[in-house]
Structure formats: structure tokens, C-alpha cells
């Protein structure tokens, strides 16, 4: 090790004392960065400097040799003892938090170390050491939604501390109570709620054992409350229930906006079956309420011929007593008609 404590001695005490804040074209990556430490090679990077195994020294704590995180520790020992302190009430951890302890120690270290730099990380633990939090999924929904309760809820579940469930299916339920509670009328919201409940989330839930919840599903369910959460609120500025709408409200509404109202058909169908709604009514697909305003080519070819008809009085040439010969004035020539031969 006498080769090994001068190179890093060499790399602490280089002779230049402006080693650190001097960009140098590193031996390691050869890009031109601040300079972290000096070898017999040349001069290293701080990500080539870590990497390098003349910068390994052994843990105080553990004995594992790699490149030490602060105080002669390594950075499974640091992460250790961070979310040991952060679970910690006067010094002293509940028993019952030791496997969360170990469901965060079990990953990666310095992504551990990572998460617990932020303070949404550091809220979440002491929510948890003072009860405040329950150790369950439903305790930690309560949580702002973020990636630090992400991060908890993965580690938790890998660890076998929190069973495993469909995060897509749970954040849709979430989503669904917040969004039908900001419907101001009782009955509205009554009436999306058991909409999105009996109709999608009913069909989900049969589905979830053997095909769990996609993004796009979820995607779709947002956009039909959202339609017909939108068109509740229209029938309502217009003075008209919903028992009393007619094809002529819904046309006029899906006219009046972004093509994102087509969503509500489902709404409508479930409406109409529901008998919340006359019978008849619907929403036809986007595809078709734009094919069935497209003309035929029967009534194109009609438009074209149409359009060859002249509006002024043709020349006719030619004496009274000959044949008559009508010309078209090229005035009135429509680039759809033949050009004369």
C-alpha cells in the first residue's frame, strides 16, 4: 500500500494549490473539467476520481473498501445511520419501524442517500416516527402525492413490509373522489360518481387479477368524467335537467367545443340505460358525425356540373337561317368543365 498512500498523497498535495478550481483535461473521460485529484497519469475528474480504485480506502465501520462518502464510512453505513436518526424519537427507534429501516437500507446507497436529501423524504419519516403516518398504503395516500412517497411505497413493498397493489387503479380512485367532491351540486356529483364507479371502475376491478390498469385506461376513464362532468355543468347554464335534454342540446354542445366532448358518449349511454336520460339519445362517434357531413361523389359529381353552367347569355355565332352554335364565354369557364374542343 506504500505505492498507494504516496499516489494519494500526490493526489491531495499536488503543488498546486489551485488544482480544484482549474479546469483540466482529465486522463479519465478526456474532457475538460474542474480537476479533483492529480495521479501518475495526470489529472482526474471528481466522477473519474471516484471511480478510480487508487481512491478506495476500507470502511471504519463495515470494512468494505470503495470510495468513502464522509468520516471514513462508507455510503451504506452513512444511509444507515440517516434513516436510522430520521425514524429515531430521542434518539431511540419503535421496534416496530425496523422494517421500513430495513425496506430503505436494502437498495441501492447512494440512491438512498439521494432520496433522503429531500425534505419531502425527511416529512414522510417523521410522519412515520411519531404515528402520525400509519404503515399502510392507505396512510401513506394520506401523504402529499409525490416521488418521495413513491420511492417509500416501492421500497416498502419490495422489502415484503406493504403488500403490492395496482398503483394505477389506486391513483384513479383518488383521482375520482377529488375531482366528483369539486362538483358543486349534489346532484351532479352523485350522479358522475356512480357513473365512474359502477361503470368503469366496476369493469377495472374484474380486470385488475389478470390485467392491471394502464396508463391509457386511465387515461380514458379522466376523460369521460371530465366530459361528463363539462356537460352537466352546460345543461345547467342552459336551465335544462338532464331528464329533459334532447338531441339538440347534445349537438349543440359537442358543436360548440373541443373535439375532447366525444368522451362523454359514454356518459350518455349509461345515462340512456340507466333511464336518466330519453330514449334515442346518443353521442355518435367523432369518425361518423364527420363522414356524414362529407358529400357523396354523386352529389360532387353534381356540384361539378353545376358549376359548368353558365349564368350569362352564350354568344351565337352563325347567320339566323344556319345551325346554331352556342359557345360558352370564357368568362365564365370553371376549370371543373372540359375545355371546348
Known sequence: MADVDDVQRRAVACGDVTCSRTCRTCVGCGQKKYAAALTVDGHLCETCWQRNPISFNPCRLCGTIEYLHSYGRCHSCVRDQQVRDALSLDGVMDPGLEPVHNGLTAGGAKAGLKWLTQPSARRILDALADGTCPLTHEGLDTL???????????????????????????????????????????????????????????????????????????????????????????????????????????????????????????????????????????????????????????????????????????????????????????????PNCRSPR
Open 144 to 334: 402529499l402525492p409525490n416521488k418521495s412517497v413513491s420511492f417509500l411505497r416501492a421500497a416498502l413493498v419490495t422489502a415484503g413490509v406493504l403488500p403490492a397493489r395496482d398503483e394505477q387503479f389506486a391513483a384513479l380512485e383518488k383521482w375520482i373522489t377529488s375531482t366528483t367532491e369539486a362538483v358543486t351540486d349534489d346532484g351532479e356529483r352523485q350522479l358522475v360518481r356512480r357513473f365512474a364507479t359502477w361503470h368503469h371502475l366496476r369493469r377495472l376491478r374484474r380486470q385488475a387479477p389478470k390485467h392491471p390498469v394502464t396508463s391509457n385506461q386511465s387515461a380514458s376513464v379522466r376523460s369521460a368524467v371530465r366530459a361528463a362532468v363539462t356537460l352537466l355543468g352546460w345543461l345547467r347554464e342552459q336551465d335544462t335537467a338532464l331528464a329533459l335534454c334532447t338531441q339538440s342540446h347534445l349537438d349543440e354542445w359537442i358543436d360548440g367545443g373541443p373535439t375532447t366532448r366525444y368522451s362523454a358518449r359514454g356518459f350518455i349511454e349509461w345515462c340512456r340505460k340507466n333511464r336518466h336520460i330519453g330514449k334515442g339519445l346518443e353521442i355518435a362517434p367523432a369518425r361518423s358525425r364527420a363522414t356524414s357531413n362529407r358529400p357523396t361523389k354523386t352529389n360532387a359529381g353534381r356540384s361539378a356540373g353545376a358549376s359548368c353552367t353558365t349564368t350569362t347569355s352564350p354568344s351565337r355565332t352563325g347567320s339566323p337561317g344556319s345551325s346554331s352554335c352556342f359557345t360558352p364565354s370564357p368568362s365564365v369557364w370553371s
